[in-house]
Structure formats: structure tokens, C-alpha cells
């Protein structure tokens, strides 16, 4: 099977998958209407993880900020706190969130992202696309970042918070950032 047919939809009842500690290998999923009232509706990765994640669609999913923690509502679409991933192949689209609707990267976590799309993502304040910060790094290769939305800043791309953390990096690869907005 492949990630458009085989789909996990967490009927907007809970994350669709955890990785807590863990280094596990995911590929091939369609991973859809997860919610979380903290962080990372669709996959969230905390807790020193190190998953690799490949040909995965991971969208619709809805994190807020209702719950209690440190990122209230981050990462719609994959949360990653204190945890390094790589992402290849992979599409993450229509997820919202406080911030980083698509991808929220936190707490000095490291990302690798391939050949993938977010696209058609929305926060309702920071980060549409991408939200990073405290420590994060990340590298983008072959990436496409596009029409997605913030309510305040980052559209495509927020890095710290407005100006309280510059501790956070991107490396960006022949990769495309367009059309995305802040309102």
C-alpha cells in the first residue's frame, strides 16, 4: 500500500501518532484529523526521539491552545520538542495551530526535510508554515513552502519570536517559498 490509501484519521479525537523517546521509522501513512489541545495533532515528537519519517501526507489535523504545557498549541500538522527528526518525501497541508500550523520546531530540536511540500496551513498567530525556536536547527532541500497563512508573522517562516530568541537556524536548499501571507 501507499500514504493515499493507507490513512489513519484520528476523527479530530486525539494525536494521530507519538513518538516519545523512540527512533522509530514511519513511511507511508496518510495521517489525518488527529487534534491535540498542546502540541502536534498529527505527529507529535518529544523526549530526545529521533524518527525518521518518509511518504507521508499528513493533513486536516488541529492543534490549539486550550491545554496546559510549554507550546500551547504548536505544531498542527508535526510538533518537535527536544527531539531531531528527518522528513522526506512527504506532503503537510490544510494543519492549523497557535503556531506553526505545518511544522513547529522547538527546544533545541534539529530537523532535516527533503523533497517535501507545506502547503495550505494556517496559525493563528506565528508561523504558518514553520515556527522555530529555542535552539532549533534546520535544514530544507528540495522543499516547496506555499500559500499558507499566519494571523501575525511568518506566513511561510517564523524563526524565534519576534525578536526574543535569535537562537534559532535555517539552511535552505533549492527549495521555493511563495505565496504565503500574513493577515
Known amino acids: 500500500e501507499d500514504s493515499e490509501t493507507t490513512i489513519i484519521d484520528a476523527d479530530l479525537s486525539?494525536?494521530?501518532?507519538?513518538?516519545?523517546?523512540?527512533?522509530?521509522?514511519?513511511?507511508?501513512?496518510t495521517l489525518k484529523r488527529g487534534y491535540s489541545n498542546t502540541t502536534g495533532a498529527g505527529i507529535n515528537i518529544f523526549n530526545n526521539s529521533s524518527p525518521i519519517l518518509n511518504d507521508l501526507i499528513i493533513t486536516d489535523n488541529v492543534t490549539?491552545?486550550?491545554?496546559?504545557?510549554?507550546?500551547l498549541g504548536a505544531g498542527g500538522g508535526i510538533a518537535v520538542i527536544e527531539s531531531n527528526i528527518i522528513l522526506s518525501n512527504?506532503?503537510?497541508?490544510?494543519?492549523?495551530?497557535?503556531d506553526g500550523?505545518?511544522?513547529?520546531?522547538?527546544?533545541?530540536s534539529t530537523a532535516t526535510i527533503n523533497n517535501?511540500?507545506?502547503?495550505?496551513?494556517?496559525?493563528?498567530?506565528d508561523g504558518a508554515g514553520l515556527y522555530i525556536r529555542?535552539?532549533?536547527?534546520?535544514?530544507?532541500?528540495?522543499?516547496?513552502?506555499?500559500?499558507?497563512?499566519?494571523l501575525y508573522a511568518g506566513g511561510a517562516i517564523m524563526m524565534g519570536s519576534l525578536g526574543q530568541d535569535s537562537s534559532a537556524s535555517i539552511q535552505i536548499n533549492n527549495s521555493t517559498?511563495?505565496?504565503?501571507?500574513?493577515?
Open 90 to 98: 512527504s506532503s503537510i497541508h490544510n494543519n492549523s495551530a497557535h
Open 101 to 108: 500550523g505545518g511544522i513547529a520546531i522547538v527546544d533545541n
Open 116 to 125: 517535501s511540500i507545506m502547503k495550505n496551513n494556517y496559525a493563528s498567530d
Open 64 to 71: 490549539d491552545d486550550t491545554g496546559g504545557g510549554g507550546f
Open 134 to 150: 529555542y535552539g532549533s536547527t534546520v535544514e530544507l532541500n528540495y522543499v516547496e513552502i506555499t500559500n499558507n497563512e499566519a
Open 177 to 183: 517559498i511563495s505565496n504565503n501571507l500574513v493577515t
Open 14 to 29: 486525539f494525536t494521530v501518532v507519538t513518538f516519545n523517546n523512540d527512533s522509530s521509522y514511519l513511511s507511508g501513512f
